[in-house]
């Protein structure tokens, strides 16, 4: 029926990152012929048909014309779209209140580090296993979808500050994250 019954939604990918601006519609969609173009009434482009839900009859979704087109471009400037990491395996978490409290911090919510790869721009940083993530580059972070969009293809080769809370203590380390293989 051409209906967009939601906007701005998220879609996970089969990497584990969280793809932001996506469009559910029920525009006809069946494995194998995703990347066509979805259009409005006017025929203008509006996204690029990406996903459906195959137990769910009829949900679709589509990527945004923006992120298409920003895709597109570094696929035709670079062959590749670039994106930065730091080598860590990360899980959401709480904050106990009052180290929230003592530390001014605007969330109770960080990024727990489960692992650190070796050689990692994160080892080199000095961050730990048990450390828990509640900044990157001044910007808070609350949780690992919420990391992953900080570290994007500027960040490559930029140093930055990242903060943690280390058992009670608050500390600012610098991490320079380097382009992702995956």
Same mark, same amino acid.
């Given at each position: ?8 939604r ?9 793809v932001?601006n996506?469009?559910?519609t ?16 006017r025929g203008?482009?509006i996204?690029?048909?990406t996903?459906?839900i195959l137990p769910a009859q009829g ?5 945004a014309i923006? #992120?298409?087109k920003?895709?597109a471009?570094?696929l035709?400037k670079?062959g590749?779209?670039? +994106? $930065?990491? /730091?080598? *860590? ?5 709480p904050?106990l209140?009052r180290?929230?409290r ?5 969330a ?6 489960v692992?650190i790869?070796?050689n990692s721009?994160?080892?080199?940083a000095g961050?730990?296993?048990?450390d ?5 580059a001044d910007?808070?972070?609350e #949780?690992v ?7 994007s293809?500027q960040?490559?080769g930029v +140093? $930055?500050a /990242?903060s *943690?809370?280390?058992?009670?203590d608050k500390?600012?380390l610098?991490?320079?994250?380097q382009?992702?293989?995956a």
């Amino acid at each position: 029926a051409g209906v967009v019954s939601a906007l701005g939604r998220s879609l996970r990918t089969d990497s584990g990152r969280l793809v932001d601006n996506v469009i559910q519609t029920d525009a006809a969609l069946n494995p194998g012929n995703s990347g066509g173009p979805l259009v409005n009434s006017r025929g203008e482009v509006i996204g690029v048909n990406t996903a459906v839900i195959l137990p769910a009859q009829g949900i679709c979704f589509a990527l945004a014309i923006n #992120t298409g087109k920003f895709v597109a471009s570094h696929l035709l400037k670079n062959g590749r779209v670039k +994106r $930065s990491y /730091i080598g *860590v395996g990360g899980q959401d978490a709480p904050i106990l209140r009052r180290i929230a409290r003592f530390h001014d911090l605007p969330a109770e919510r960080g990024v727990l580090v489960v692992s650190i790869e070796p050689n990692s721009p994160a080892q080199r940083a000095g961050l730990i296993e048990g450390d828990v993530i509640i900044g990157f580059a001044d910007q808070p972070v609350e #949780t690992v979808d919420a990391l992953q969009r900080l570290l994007s293809d500027q960040q490559v080769g930029v +140093r $930055s500050a /990242i903060s *943690v809370i280390r058992r009670n203590d608050k500390l600012t380390l610098y991490v320079t994250p380097q382009e992702s293989n995956a």
